[in-house]
């Protein structure tokens, strides 16, 4: 009786045992939103010293790949620039670097966005966007007098990337200069002053280039832009009254932030209804 009554308490045990287990989360399941961060492989290091392009290749492959968490590498990639490595492995390295996004390299990154090979300054000027820090917005800056457009418009893009208001002179004088780009840079980081000066450039500039600035500047926090600014920007785009404003504004008011100017809001309504019937353009949509 005795044993059979420790059988069945064992028993019990072990079912009370799975329910816990089956209660408890799955490892696999808890780490499913995370994904866990890829380490360099212990011999990156040494493979960057090599002095082998095979190897200098597969471990700037595992650096990239790594992210952040391969700012290990950055001092050994920063050497191997510095010494020179051929074009294909420069533009690896570069591109490297600002996967990383570590402002040490920025200084290096910056000296091969002034290299004699646009593509090399393209992948620079890239890569100083992510790397950040007061190096790399002077050299920005410099980029946007670049010989290749690509770089120009790479250059102003960064620009707003960084946050670099001190800029946005120079941005202006870019947009008037053919760099496209400049203008959502701008429109992210003008004073209200520097803002209206972007929206009277609706009379000289294509209307698409200056509303992708335009656009960034109406949903900005009141506290950056005032609501004057904003509602003489929409009046200014109400009396042009065109079929392509219209667009414009129906795609802004579909992104317009809930929380945002119930002034502005209105304004921007508004001028919907009022150029609804406005006479259409003929050219591709414009979306803010």
């Known amino acids: 009786m005795l044993r059979a009554l420790g059988v069945a308490l064992l028993c019990v045990q ?10 408890q989360p799955s490892p696999v399941r808890a780490a499913a939103p995370h994904a866990a961060a890829i380490g360099l492989p212990a011999d ?43 074009e294909p492995l420069t533009q690896a390295a570069i591109e490297t670097l600002g996967d990383t996004e ?29 790397t950040k820090g007061l190096v790399a917005v002077k050299a920005l800056r410099a980029a ?12 102003a893009s960064g620009l707003g990337r960084l946050s670099a208001k ?19 840079s701008v429109g992210a980081l003008c004073s209200p002053t520097e803002c209206e000066r972007l929206a009277k450039k609706l009379e000289s500039l294509p209307f698409d280039v200056v509303t992708s600035g335009l ?3 109406l949903v900005r926090p009141t506290a950056e832009v005032n609501d004057e600014t904003k509602l003489a920007i929409v009046a200014r785009l109400r009396a042009m009254a065109t079929g392509e404003v219209n667009r414009f504004l129906k795609g802004l ?8 100017s119930a002034r502005v809001k209105v304004a921007i309504d508004d001028a919907v209804a009022a150029t609804l019937s406005s006479p259409v353009s003929g050219g591709p949509e414009t979306s803010p």
Do not use: C, F, M
């Not at 045992?17 to 209660?23: D, E, H, L, M, R």
């Not at 946007?144 to 250059?155: E, I, M, N």
């Not at 001190?166 to 203008?183: I, M, Q, R, S, Y």
């Open 14 to 23: 072990a079912l009370w045992g799975n329910v816990a287990i089956a209660q």
């Open 44 to 86: 990156t290091i040494p493979r960057l010293r090599s002095g082998d392009p095979e190897q200098i290749e597969s471990a700037l492959g595992d650096v990239r790949v790594s992210g952040r968490s391969g700012t290990a590498a950055v001092s050994a990639i920063v050497e191997l620039l510095r010494r020179g490595l051929p």
């Open 102 to 130: 570590s402002e040490t390299s920025s200084e290096v990154v910056a000296w091969y966005a002034r290299h004699r090979s646009a593509v090399l300054r393209r992948s620079a000027v890239s890569a100083l966007a992510k």
């Open 144 to 155: 946007l007098s670049d010989s290749d457009p690509g770089v120009r418009g790479l250059a």
């Open 166 to 184: 001190d800029a946005v002179g120079e941005l202006l004088v870019a947009l008037e200069h053919k760099v496209p780009e400049a203008a959502a």
């Open 215 to 217: 656009s960034e500047v």
């Open 253 to 260: 008011q579909a992104r317009y932030p809930a929380r945002a």
